[in-house]
């Protein structure tokens, strides 16, 4: 069972939780073996992550879809599983965003000039 959980003692919480919705198990009748956080196989690369949710509301039991673009699961799915044009629209390997305000660093900035600084290129 794979649970999201902010820390190792809400984690082991929810596990209880579930455990005692699917089987009849108590905390007192089990035990917990290992509880370790799962690493990525390669953080440094973005991916898409999809969630497949099923919640109850008062009008009754709804299924929802999510999908993140992220550089972890824990953090957020195969592009072509992405359904929302949101995300879609990232998915060029070849992507390129304005750098609208670039200012000069102090080492590469002249002391004197005859003209004035031009950040917008």
Not at 9 to 20: G, I, L, N, P, T
Not at 27 to 39: D, H, L, T
Not at 59 to 80: E, K, P, V, W
Not at 89 to 108: A, E
Request: glycine share 4%; aromatic share 14%; proline share 6%.
């Amino acid at each position: 069972m794979r649970i999201f959980a902010p820390n190792h003692v809400v984690a082991k919480s929810r596990f209880w939780y579930f455990v005692s919705q699917l089987k009849k198990m108590k905390k007192s009748s089990g035990e917990i073996v290992y509880c370790g956080q799962v690493f990525e196989k390669s953080p440094l690369r973005v991916k898409n992550f999809g969630l497949w949710l099923r919640y109850d509301s008062r009008s009754g039991t709804h299924n929802m879809c999510r999908a993140y673009r992220d550089l972890t699961t824990a953090g957020a799915i195969a592009a072509s599983k992405c359904r929302r044009p949101a995300v879609k629209q990232f998915h060029d390997s070849k992507i390129k965003f304005p750098l609208p305000h670039r200012v000069l660093r102090r080492q590469h900035k002249p002391r004197f000039t005859t003209k004035r600084p031009n950040t917008f290129f």
